[in-house]
C-alpha cells in the first residue's frame, strides 16, 4: 500500500486527511478483490476488515462511491507504472492484441441494462460466435507485461483501435500484430513520426510481403501474447456483475492491473 501511496504523490494527488480510508486503501481494496475474490468487492472489503488490513473499512455503498469516484486514479496509476516499465526496459519490442470482454451472452442482448448499442455486439472469430461488450486493446512488454490498454466497443475494428491507443514508446521500438491491424498508412505515419516501427503479420494478398525469415520472427515474437489474455481473463468470474458501464470498466481495469502488478513482482524477483 506504501508503494501506491508514493505513485499517488508522483502523480501529484491530494486528499482530505480526515477521511477514515485513504484513496491508496481504496484502490488497494479492489485490487485484492480482483486477485482474490474474483472482482467480489464485498467479499475483499469484509476480508480487509475481519483480518484487520483495514479496520476503519467503509460500508459496502461508501466504499463503492469512493472508488467510482476515483476511478481516473487507478488509470493515472497504471499507466504511471506503465511509463516506469517501459523506461527501465531494456527491450524495445512490444505485443500488440485485443482480447473480448462481454457484457452478456449474445442471446441476452436485449436484457442488459449497462448500456444499449448495437456498436457493442462484436464477432469472435475463432470461437465464431458473437459477443455483446467491450474489446480490450493491450500493449505488452515482449514478456507479456501489460503497459497500455485501451476500452472499445465489441465491434470496433482493431485498425480503429490503433488509433486510439497512445502508443507512447521510445524510439527504435518495434510494435508486433497480427494481420487484423493492417494500415499502411498508419504503418508510415508511426514510423516517421515517432520512430516506431509497426511488424504487422501480413495477409496472402498484402502489398508488401514479407521474406520468409522475418514472417518467423514476427510469428514467434508474437506468439506469447495468448498466453498473457490467458493469464488475465483466467482470474475473470464467469459473468462480471456490475451495476453501471463505468463500473464494468472498472473492474476490468482493475483485472488488467493486478495481472501487471503480479507479473512486474514476479520479474523483479
Known sequence: MRFRDDLLK??????DCLRQMSDAE???????????????????????????????????SRFNRRLHHGSMLLNDLFHQIGMILKQSSDCTEYLLDSFPVPMCDNI??????LIKSEEYRGYIASKKRYFYGVRVQLLTTKSGIPVEFVFMPGSASDVRALNALPLNLPPGSEV?????????NAEDDLEESSQISLKVMRKKNSKRQDEPWIKYIKQHTRHYIETVFSGITCV??????????????????????????????????
Open 10 to 15: 508522483a502523480i501529484g494527488h491530494s486528499e
Open 26 to 60: 481504496i484502490l488497494t481494496t479492489a485490487l485484492v478483490a480482483a486477485i482474490f475474490f474474483h472482482g467480489n468487492h464485498s467479499k475483499a472489503c469484509s476480508y480487509m476488515k475481519d483480518h484487520k488490513l483495514m479496520p476503519k473499512m467503509l460500508e459496502k
Open 108 to 113: 441476452r442482448i436485449f436484457h442488459v441494462k
Open 176 to 184: 508486433y500484430t497480427d494481420s487484423a491491424y493492417t494500415d499502411y
Open 236 to 269: 475473470f468470474p464467469k459473468s462480471i456483475h456490475a451495476v453501471t458501464y463505468e463500473g464494468f470498466l472498472l473492474k476490468v481495469e482493475a483485472f488488467i492491473f493486478a495481472f501487471t502488478l503480479n507479473k512486474a513482482f514476479v520479474e523483479s524477483v
